[in-house]
C-alpha cells in the first residue's frame, strides 16, 4: 500500500488493487471506488494489471489553474487570506487534449471558449482565448494537436475554421476564413500535422471528408466520401497520425478506419453496439508504443484498448466522478512515453494514465 | 502608543472574518437538516457631506451586505432568504440609493413541491431614496423608510379547485429632499382566486380589497387635500367555454364597491357590470369576434380609474349613470402583406341627466413589406360615428406607417401615426394627435456604434381646450468596447393628477371628473457615461439637471433639481477600493423653503467573503 499526493488537494490515495476492467485476460472485475455523490477523500487509485508484466496506472487528474502552480510561500498565503485567492481558470467542458515536446499539456474547451496550457515543468499557466475577436473568433475549440515546432493546431466547428497559434499561445493564423461566403470547412473537427512532408489532414464532419492541406491551407487531395463502404464516412470525426497511418474516427458508422497518409484504406476496427469491444460514441483516439488502438466510448464513459486486428484487449473507466470513472469522456492522447491523457468532459478534467508496456529481456521496459 | 479598546476590537474581528472565510468554504449543514450559504461584503471608508440646508459632517463609514440563504429539510420543503445591507449607496456600490440606505430584503417559501406552496416576504429600507415623479421627467429626490409585508399561500391538488390567496401591506414615511415637508404612503390588499373547469366550462372567480392612505407632500397648492383615504372591493366571476369554428365564449360578471374620503369630500358606491365575449375562426384567415358590456356606474368606474392610478377625488358623484355598448369586427388576413379588419359598435351611454348614444362604423387595413431593402408597414383606420344626441356625425381617421432599413453601415428606422376623433371612454369625448420616433445608428471604427434617436407624442381632447399631454425626447448615445456614453434631452407638459408618489398623467379628461386641476410642464438634460477602461476599473458617473413647473388653481410653483453622481471601483481579487462622489440640488418655489443642496465623497474598501 502506498501513499501519495494528488494534483492541489493534497488529497490522500491509496494505491492498492486492480481497478482497471479487463476483459478476457482482465485480472479483476469492474470495480471502481467512490461514491455517486463527490468524490470521497480517500479511493483505490485504479491500477490495470495486464499479461506480460504491462500495466496502466492513475497518475493525475488536472481541474484548473491551480494545478501546475508552486507550493505558496507564507507572504503569499497571508494576501490570499487578506485580498481573497486570486481568479483561477478552471476546465469548463475539456474535449481535447494533447501534450507537446515539453511535456505542456494542452486542453481545448469549448465551454471556457478558449485553450488551457498547463506547463507542470516551469510551473506556469497560459489560457489562449480569441472570443472577442470579431473577424476569427475562437468559439467552440474542437479538436486539438501541435507540430514539430510545438504549434498548436486546434479546430473551431462553429466558427468553422483551423486555428493555429505559436508554442508560446500567441496567434499565428487561421485556415479556412471564409471565401465569398463558404468557407473550407462546413463543421472541422479532427486534425492531425504531418510536420515532415508539410500536411494538415482535418475532417469536415458534415461533408464526410478528410481534406489533405498545405500548411497555408490549400486543399491537394481529399479522403473519403459519405457512405458506410470502406474508406467511405458517416460523420467523421476524430483523427490521428501515427507513422504512416492515419486514423480516423467515423462516428455514425461506429468504427475507426486506418488509411496509408495517401488515403489508401487499409483496414477498420469496431462494430456497433454498446457491449464492450463495440462501439456506441466513438470519440478521442489514440496509439500506444506497442501500437494498441485506444478509443474512448463517450456514452459508455469508458476507453476500450484494441490490437490492430480489431481485437479487445482491455478497457477501463466507467460512468461516476471517482478516480478514473469518466462522464462523457471525449478527446485522448497518448505521448511518446506511453502517458495516456482522457478529456473527462462533464467532469470538467483532464485525468492521466501511464502505461507501461512489457518488459524487455533485462526487465527494462520499451 | 496602544491601539484603543475600540480599534483593537476591530482588528479582532477583522482577523477572525479573516480567518472564518480562509477555511470556510462551503455550504453548511447545521444539524441533519438546516443546510445554509452565506457571502457577502464588508466595507469601511471615509465620507464628507456639506451643503447648503444640509447638516455637514465628515469621518469614518463603515457598511456591508450579506446574503443568507438555506433550507431546512429540502428545498421543495422550506427555502429561505435574508439579505441585510448597511449604509449602502451610489458612491460606495453599486447599489442605487443616493443616500445611505440601510435595511433588510427576506423572504422564505414553503411546501413548494407540495400541492400547497406557500410563500412570504419581508423588506424595510432605512434612510433609503425614493422618488417624486413628473410625468416624462427624470424623478425628483425623495428619502425615507419604507416598509413591505407580503404573504400568499396556493392551493393545488389534481382535480380540486385552483386556489391561490394573497395578502400584502407596505408603508412608505418620506421627504421631498429640498421641503421640509413630510408624507406617508400606506397600503393593504387582499387578493383570493379560485378557478376550475366544469363540464368543459372554465370557471374562475376573483375577490380583492384594498385599502390605502396618502399624505400628500404640500408641494403645488394649499387647495389640494392634504390627505386621501380610499378603499376599493371587486369580486368577478368568470365562465368560458370553447365554442364551435375554434371559437370561445366568455362572460364576466363584476361587483365593486369603492369609498373615499380627502377631507374636502367623501363618497362611496357601488358598480354592477356585465361584459360577454365571443369569437371564433371559421377559416384560417377569418376571426369573427363580438363583444358586450354594461355597467349600472358608469361615474363609478370613471373614479376607480382616478383612486387606482393614487389620485384624489374631491366631490361626489352625481345623478346615477349607466353604459351599455355592443361592438364586433371581422378580421381577414389576405396574405402575409395584407390585412382587413371591418368593425362597428354601438354605445348608449347617461350621465349628467343626459342620454348619449352612437353607431360606429368602419375598417382598418394594414400593409407589412420588405421594400427597397427595408422594412415597410402601414395601417390605416376609418371610423364614422353618428350621435343620435345632436345628430351629428363625424369621421375618425388614423394613420401609422413606419420604416426601417440600413444604407451601408447607417441603420435607420421611423415612424409615425396620427389619429384624430379617436373615441375615448365617454360618448361625448373624442381625442386627437400624433406621435413619431426616429433612430439613426452606425459603427463606429472597430468596436464603436453610434445612434441618435427622437420620439415625441401629443393627444389632445377635442373641445376640451388645455386637455391633453405632450413630451418629446432625444437622446444619443455612443458605446464602444470599453466605456460607453450616453445623452438624453426630454419635455413635457399636461394635465396631472397629485398622487402620493408625485404628480401622474390623468387617465380621463377632467371636466367629467371631479379631480383637482392641476398642470404640469418641464424639461430635463442628462448625461451618462460608464465602462471598464482598463482591466478591474470600472466606473460610472451621471449628471442630470430638471426644471418643471405645477400649477393649480392660485398657486404656481416653479421646480428644478441636478444630481450628479459618480462612481469608480479596482477589484484586487476579493478587495474592491471605491470612491465616489455624489451632488444633489433640489427645490420647489411652491414651499416657500429655500433650496437645498448636499455635496458627498467617499472613499473606501471592500472586501467580498464566501463564509459559507
Sequence with gaps: MVQFLLGRRRTKFLLSGILLNTLGFMSAGPCFGGGKDKIPNVVNVPELLLPGGRKLTFERSISDQRDVQAKKGFWKKVLDVVAGDPYYHKLVRPYGVVSDSHGRIIVSDPGAKGIHIFDFAAQKYKFISRIENKEAALVSPQCITVDAQDNIYVTDSESGMLFVFRADGRFERVIGSLKKGEGYFKRPTGVAVDSVEQRVYVTDTLRNKILVMDMKGSVLKTIGKGGTAQGEFNFPTELLLQGDNLLAVDAMNFRVQVFRKDGTFQYAIGQPGDGHGMMFRPKGIGMDSEGHVYVVDGVSSLVQVFDKDGNLLYYFGKKGIAVGDFQLPAGLFIDSKDHVFVADMQNRRIQEFHYFGAPGPAGARP | ?612
Design chain 2, 1 to 612: 502608543m496602544g491601539l484603543s479598546t475600540r480599534y483593537r476590537g476591530w482588528l479582532l474581528l477583522s482577523i477572525a472574518t479573516l480567518g472564518l472565510e480562509a477555511t470556510a468554504k462551503a455550504q453548511v449543514q447545521v444539524g441533519s437538516d438546516v443546510q445554509l450559504n452565506l457571502n457577502g461584503s464588508l466595507a469601511a471608508g471615509y465620507s464628507a457631506s456639506y451643503g447648503d440646508n444640509f447638516p455637514s459632517g465628515h469621518g469614518f463609514t463603515y457598511g456591508g451586505t450579506a446574503d443568507l440563504s438555506g433550507s431546512y429539510y429540502d428545498p421543495k420543503f422550506l427555502s429561505f432568504h435574508v439579505n441585510p445591507y448597511l449604509n449602502q449607496s451610489r458612491e460606495n456600490s453599486n447599489f442605487q440609493s443616493i443616500t445611505s440606505a440601510s435595511g433588510v430584503n427576506a423572504g422564505a417559501a414553503i411546501f413548494g413541491g407540495s400541492e400547497y406552496p406557500g410563500w412570504v416576504n419581508f423588506s424595510q429600507t432605512f434612510n433609503g431614496s425614493g422618488t417624486y415623479a413628473v410625468p416624462g421627467l427624470p424623478n425628483y429626490v425623495a428619502n425615507g423608510d419604507a416598509r413591505t409585508f407580503g404573504v400568499g399561500w396556493s392551493e393545488l391538488k389534481p382535480n380540486w379547485p385552483l386556489a391561490t390567496v394573497t395578502y400584502q401591506q407596505g408603508t412608505s414615511d418620506y421627504s421631498v429632499f429640498g421641503t421640509n415637508s413630510t408624507s406617508n404612503v400606506h397600503y393593504k390588499s387582499f387578493g383570493a382566486n379560485v378557478s376550475d373547469i366544469v363540464a368543459g366550462f372554465h370557471l374562475n372567480g376573483n375577490y380583492q380589497h384594498g385599502d390605502s392612505h396618502a399624505d400628500y407632500p404640500q408641494l403645488i397648492s394649499p387647495l389640494y387635500p392634504s390627505k386621501f383615504d380610499s378603499n376599493n372591493s371587486t369580486f368577478a366571476f368568470t365562465g368560458s367555454h370553447s365554442i364551435p369554428w375554434k371559437g370561445n365564449a366568455s362572460a364576466t360578471f363584476t361587483h365593486s364597491d369603492y369609498a373615499y374620503d380627502s377631507g374636502l369630500s367623501n363618497g362611496s358606491g357601488g358598480i354592477n357590470s356585465v361584459e360577454a365575449n365571443a369569437g371564433v375562426n371559421p377559416s384560417p384567415k377569418l376571426t369573427l369576434d363580438a363583444n358586450m358590456y354594461y355597467t349600472d356606474n358608469l361615474i363609478g368606474t370613471l373614479y376607480q380609474r382616478i383612486l387606482g392610478a393614487g389620485g384624489a377625488v374631491i366631490s361626489t358623484p352625481g345623478s346615477s349613470s349607466s353604459s351599455f355598448s355592443f361592438s364586433g369586427s371581422a378580421v381577414y388576413t389576405i396574405n402575409d402583406r395584407w390585412r382587413v379588419i371591418g368593425r362597428g359598435d354601438h354605445r348608449v351611454q347617461t350621465y349628467d341627466t343626459g342620454s348619449y348614444a352612437s353607431n360606429s362604423f368602419g375598417g382598418v387595413v394594414s400593409y407589412v413589406n420588405v421594400l427597397r431593402g427595408g422594412v415597410f408597414n402601414f395601417t390605416q383606420n376609418v371610423m364614422e360615428t353618428v350621435f343620435n344626441y345632436n345628430g351629428q356625425s363625424q369621421l375618425g381617421l388614423t394613420t401609422a406607417i413606419g420604416y426601417s432599413r440600413s444604407f451601408g453601415p447607417w441603420n435607420t428606422s421611423g415612424n409615425f401615426n396620427f389619429f384624430e376623433n379617436q373615441q375615448t371612454l365617454l360618448v361625448m369625448y373624442q381625442n386627437s394627435g400624433y406621435g413619431y420616433s426616429a433612430t439613426l445608428g452606425r459603427k463606429v471604427g472597430y468596436k464603436s456604434y453610434w445612434s441618435l434617436g427622437a420620439s415625441g407624442a401629443k393627444s389632445l381632447y377635442n373641445n376640451q381646450s388645455g386637455w391633453g399631454y405632450y413630451n418629446q425626447n432625444y437622446t444619443m448615445s455612443l458605446t464602444s468596447h470599453k466605456i460607453g456614453a450616453s445623452a438624453n434631452y426630454n419635455k413635457s407638459n399636461g394635465n396631472g393628477l397629485l398622487a402620493g408618489s408625485g404628480v401622474v398623467p390623468t387617465p380621463l379628461p377632467g371636466p367629467i371628473i371631479p379631480v383637482p386641476e392641476l398642470v404640469y410642464a418641464g424639461e430635463s438634460f442628462s448625461f451618462g457615461v460608464g465602462g471598464q477602461p482598463v482591466r478591474r476599473l470600472t466606473f460610472s458617473g451621471s449628471y442630470t439637471r430638471y426644471k418643471s413647473s405645477t400649477s393649480a388653481p392660485s398657486q404656481y410653483s416653479n421646480n428644478t433639481g441636478e444630481l450628479a453622481t459618480f462612481y469608480m471601483q479596482y477589484a484586487f481579487r476579493r478587495l474592491y477600493f471605491n470612491a465616489g462622489y455624489t451632488r444633489i440640488f433640489q427645490g420647489f418655489s411652491g414651499t416657500g423653503v429655500p433650496p437645498a443642496s448636499a455635496n458627498s465623497y467617499y472613499a473606501g474598501i471592500s472586501r467580498w467573503f464566501n463564509f459559507f
